[in-house]
């Protein structure tokens, strides 16, 4: 069984920063492409990155240059650091297994997923 188990997630003000974790079993995590994904109330989830055992990693244009994903195969564990944060950062962050498409489609295997909050 596939399990995601997100941490790492609290209140910062902007500008500050935060490292998202993302536990990972069930799975060949080292061969697997993994992806952060966030849901803000009434916002919808949005794609926020993903690291490809091929092609490497890809940013959506609102988080690019500030935040930065990357594993740890030896520790199945996927990362989020997300610097210069702002009040738009503001979500509940879930880890997903698999390219954008793939991992934004099985929402039921996101886990419980990590609140992240970015308020003055």
């Known amino acids: 069984e596939v399990q995601l188990v997100e941490s790492g997630g609290g209140m910062v003000q902007p500008g500050g920063s935060l490292r998202l974790s993302c536990a990972a079993s069930?799975?060949?995590?080292?061969?697997?492409?993994m992806t952060w994904v966030r849901e803000a109330p009434g916002k919808g989830p949005e794609w926020v990155s993903t690291?490809?055992?091929?092609?490497?990693?890809e940013y959506a244009d609102s988080v690019k240059g500030r935040f930065a994903i990357s594993r740890d195969n030896a520790k199945n564990t996927l990362y989020l650091q997300m610097n210069s944060l702002k009040p738009e950062d503001s979500a509940r962050y879930y880890c997903?297994?698999?390219?954008?498409?793939?991992?934004?489609?099985?929402?039921?295997?996101w886990g419980q997923g990590t609140q992240v909050t970015v308020s003055a």
């Open positions: 997903a297994r698999g390219p954008r498409n793939v991992a934004m489609m099985w929402r039921d295997y």
């Open positions: 690291i490809n055992i091929i092609s490497g990693t």
């Open positions: 069930g799975f060949s995590f080292s061969n697997a492409d």
